[in-house]
């Protein structure tokens, strides 16, 4: 495709585009949807350039096929300075500030987590270049247009796009593994749901100390996913699928169901959604009811994605599995010893034996301490010697960079400080499933093909 992309980037910088007229080249936009836009164009694109359109406009955007497979969208929006595809942009015109929502490709790979928005960004005498498929970009714009009346003309506009999108796909992911967690264990869903909304709550707050752009909590909006994702998990169970529930992925979930995180906009109004009352009571929606039922695409449709690297949950969903880890372990659990039961029982064991009876730990004690678990800990999600050193090592790792040495913490102050340890599918991120699964890695230690790994010890043999 790269030839292509050359093709594309010598045509925009032979075709004069802010002509409408331009040979090949037709506006996407009407003049009447151009002027709905609330974005000032810089009037000075650094080559002495004009203003598309007065002080106040929006940058036009051309289209241009070069196959059924391949369509160029130009924005023709004018650069400014040393302003560059992955930085903010702020351009002053009459006396107002505003950015530029075009330049950043991470509205487009990172906010969609389905893994169906591709783009190619390029820059062509100052201007956006981005081809994607045309159904593709009409969702990224769909997308914008909703949001354009919550965008004020002062401040970075790129980054509260991306907070809206983010935060519609982190109640939705959060939503999954709630449903998901309650159909494997078959806990009373009262009491998980209550514990998943204190968790997300909770990891809100926390996150706006640091962040004021993070949106407040809402109840309203983490029911109305945890209620989609439960009317679409059922009609799974009336299908054969390559893919069980218990063992679906979320990246597997969405590429079933393709729920765009717009979706809301079917059942509430935009006053109803965001109201004030809406953080901390559920509101029923006022378009139409929520569904009872939502249908999975066909298998035919559905992509193989088992070998894919998993997408790592957000700190909220991982905030939640921590509290569901340590709600897990009874007492009667915690004296248990091997064989561990469960993910929250490996993690909880090899933690209180690396910290046993250490009043300093030094990485000799710790090294010990794994190679003795090696030989130690047993059951069914640690029987291969792959599997068994991976968690000793994450674990013990974890241990030593948190410096136990200065007073010991309970394993609910490590757990939450060590996040990443209650990912089950974390081996997934150092290891492909072909290595992971495979006869080899039963009878000995492979070293991770994915990702390199840090270890507390070079082996626990």
Not at 92 to 103: C, K, P, R
Not at 151 to 169: F, H, T, W
Not at 254 to 272: A, C, G, I, M
Request: proline share 5%; aromatic share 8%.
């Amino acid at each position: 495709m790269a030839y292509v992309f050359e093709r594309i980037k010598r045509d925009f910088e032979e075709t004069a585009v802010r002509d409408n007229s331009s040979e090949g080249m037709t506006p996407s936009l009407s003049e009447s949807e151009c002027d709905e836009w609330s974005i000032v164009s810089d009037s000075d694109g650094g080559r002495g350039s004009v203003p598309i359109r007065a002080n106040i406009g929006a940058p036009r955007v051309f289209k241009r096929e070069y196959s059924p497979e391949t369509t160029a969208y130009l924005v023709d929006a004018p650069s400014h300075g040393s302003f560059d595809s992955h930085s903010d942009f702020v351009g002053e015109t009459g006396g107002q500030e505003a950015s530029d929502f075009y330049e950043s490709d991470r509205v487009l790979d990172d906010t969609f987590t389905t893994g169906s928005l591709h783009c190619h960004d390029m820059r062509s005498n100052g201007r956006d270049i981005m081809v994607v498929h045309e159904v593709e970009l009409l969702i990224l714009l769909g997308i914008i247009w909703h949001l354009r009346a919550r965008v004020p003309v002062r401040g970075n506009s790129r980054r509260i796009l991306e907070r809206q999108l983010y935060e519609s796909c982190k109640y939705l992911s959060i939503a999954f593994a709630v449903l998901k967690y309650m159909r494997n264990t078959g806990t009373v869903r009262e009491q998980v749901i209550t514990q998943a909304l204190v968790a997300l709550q909770q990891a809100t707050m926390r996150a706006r100390t640091t962040d004021s752009t993070v949106e407040m909590y809402s109840q309203t909006q983490a029911n109305f996913w945890i209620q989609i994702v439960n009317a679409a998990l059922p009609s799974l169970d009336d299908e054969k699928r390559s893919i069980d529930t218990p063992e679906m992925s979320y990246e597997a979930f969405q590429d079933t169901f393709h729920l765009n995180p717009t979706r809301w906009k079917e059942y509430y109004s935009n006053k109803v959604w965001n109201r004030v009352a809406a953080r901390s009571q559920f509101l029923m929606p006022d378009l139409k009811p929520l569904p009872q039922i939502i249908a999975a695409l066909p298998s035919k449709e559905t992509r193989k994605i088992s070998e894919a690297i998993p997408e790592f949950p957000s700190t909220e969903e991982l905030t939640f599995r921590a509290r569901m880890a340590c709600e897990e372990l009874t007492p009667t659990l915690r004296n248990l010893g091997p064989p561990v039961l469960s993910h929250a029982h490996l993690l909880f064991y090899i933690h209180k034996r690396i910290t046993q009876d250490t009043g300093e730990t030094s990485q000799e004690k710790l090294k010990s301490r794994a190679r003795e678990l090696f030989s130690e800990i047993a059951g069914p999600i640690v029987a291969g010697a792959t599997h068994r050193n991976f968690w000793i090592q994450q674990v013990g790792v974890a241990v030593s960079n948190s410096n136990i040495g200065r007073g010991h913490s309970t394993f609910p102050e490590f757990i939450t400080s060590n996040l990443h340890l209650v990912f089950e599918e974390l081996h997934g991120i150092y290891y492909e499933p072909e290595v992971w699964n495979s006869a080899d890695a039963g009878e000995k230690i492979l070293v991770p093909d994915r990702r390199r790994m840090e270890a507390i010890v070079d082996t626990c043999l």
